[in-house]
């Protein structure tokens, strides 16, 4: 929820108030109660202080208003104490602990437990407390920086004693030396129209919007470069370490692919959608010998998923039949002119429809109609249908 400033600060400093009395009279539920009804999800880009090694990269919304809410909470805990020249820190650990026992699955509070813990040197509570957040939680970028942080700091002779599950094995990867090719082929496009490398759970960073921008724009936008140079620096720091290739240890090795050692990942590459990977890796060389994060050719894979068109209403997508009206057709056949047909040429697979059907979306059909296979040669269509029109007469025609 986005809040104007000015109303932002009243209703802070008067929650700050009724916390702060209601505290002191000893009426700790209901302070609780007041900390509670704020809104913790502000969009300001300030604040960010020491807990992010490179604020101005950092791009990750999911990360921004999770650290956002927990950084609010802070200011809440820091009051106790404020009033007395005894220890602070044991009170507003304890305070946080009893806000945890009434809310048990208030993530801002258990994350902000585990900084506080971390802060104070108490590095194994810290883990603990970071585990049950991400527990409730997966693939939450913020709590993975906790653990992370945290993990670093555990000395060595405490982590030989301690039994890491996968993801937390993976947090400590030295990943220098490793690439993934996804952030230099992917494009997928989502209902809103944003533009993602990968599995948004995964990476989750929009490189664009394709209702606003063009297919250059979106490709070598700022932040697809980021992502690349990320990849190419081996800190891989917008993936989740629950990634599958990360997690499993399947990333290729950059000297594999620069030396065209590709046999090997065949194997993976079958679990993926493309067929052609080994000849899609191979031109992507120069980009990695040079550490180029601008791309002159791609998208290599293309998943649209920008249409919910669809004739059915399957209770696990949907709960009413939804289909574009004329003015979203309107637009959707703008982003087919702007965006994706100038894409064609470089396609090597198309998935579509990551939403809604191919052949019951007038605009999914134009985007069909428009794969001539003299023209555009290598390029192999995957279909994800409900199958209704595969041989009927599609939705709006006659
Ligand atoms: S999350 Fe995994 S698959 Fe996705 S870009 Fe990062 S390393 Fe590649």
């Known amino acids: 929820m986005k809040i104007k400033n000015t109303d932002r600060s009243r209703q802070l400093e008067a929650c700050r108030t009724d916390f702060w009395k209601s505290y002191k009279a000893g009426r700790i539920r209901d302070a609780f109660e007041k900390i509670r009804s704020i809104p913790m999800f502000y969009s300001e880009p300030e604040g960010f202080g020491d807990l992010i090694d490179n604020p101005a990269d950092d791009i990750r919304p999911a990360f921004r208003a999770e ?49 506080m813990l971390f ?42 004693g301690m039994v890491l599950n996968r993801l937390e094995q993976s947090l400590l990867l030295d990943l220098r030396g490793f690439i993934c090719t996804k952030p230099f082929t ?19 960073v929009s490189i664009g919007n394709v209702f606003e921008q063009s297919a250059d724009e979106i490709w070598n936008s700022p932040e697809a470069r980021e992502l690349r140079r990320s990849v190419l620096d ?3 720091r917008y993936c989740s370490r629950s990634c599958a ?25 079958g679990i993926l959608v493309y067929k052609k990977a080994r000849e ?37 997508c949907r709960s009413e039949i939804r289909a574009a009206d004329r003015e979203r057709r309107n637009k959707l056949n703008i982003v087919r002119d702007r965006v994706i047909l100038p894409l064609l040429p470089n396609i090597r697979e198309l998935l579509l429809a990551g939403d809604g059907d191919p052949f019951a979306s007038q605009h999914y059909r134009s985007i069909l109609k428009a794969l001539d296979k003299d023209r555009f040669p290598d390029l192999r269509l995957s279909v994800l249908t409900n199958g209704m029109f595969v041989y009927g007469k599609p939705m709006g025609t006659t």
């Not at 809440?76 to 104490?81: D, H, K, Q």
């Not at 997928?188 to 490398?197: N, Y």
């Not at 290739?245 to 590709?262: A, R, T, V």
């Open 280 to 316: 899609i890796a191979k031109s992507l060389t120069p980009y990695f010998v040079k550490n180029e994060t601008r791309m002159a050719e791609g998208p290599h894979f293309v998943n649209l998923a920008h249409d919910y068109t669809c004739n059915l209403y399957c209770p696990s």
């Open 245 to 269: 290739l990360i997690s499993s240890g399947l990333l290729m090795k950059k000297s594999d692919l620069i030396e065209e050692n590709l046999e090997k990942y065949d194997k993976l590459w």
């Open 234 to 236: 081996g800190d891989f």
């Open 119 to 160: 802060e104070n040197g108490e590095y194994r509570e810290a883990f603990a407390a970071a585990k049950t957040s991400y527990d409730l939680k997966e693939n939450c970028p913020f709590g993975e920086h906790i653990l992370r942080k945290i993990l670093r700091k555990l000395s060595a002779d405490t982590l030989p």
């Open 186 to 204: 992917n494009f997928e496009v989502w209902r809103t129209g944003e533009v993602f490398v990968c599995c948004g759970a995964w990476v989750p």
């Open 67 to 115: 650290h956002d809410g927990c950084e609010l909470l802070r200011t809440f805990t820091n009051m106790i104490g404020s009033d007395s020249d005894a220890d602070t820190v044991p009170a507003r650990l304890r305070f946080l602990r009893e806000l945890i026992r009434e809310f048990p699955d208030w993530r801002f509070a258990i994350n902000l437990l585990a900084l």
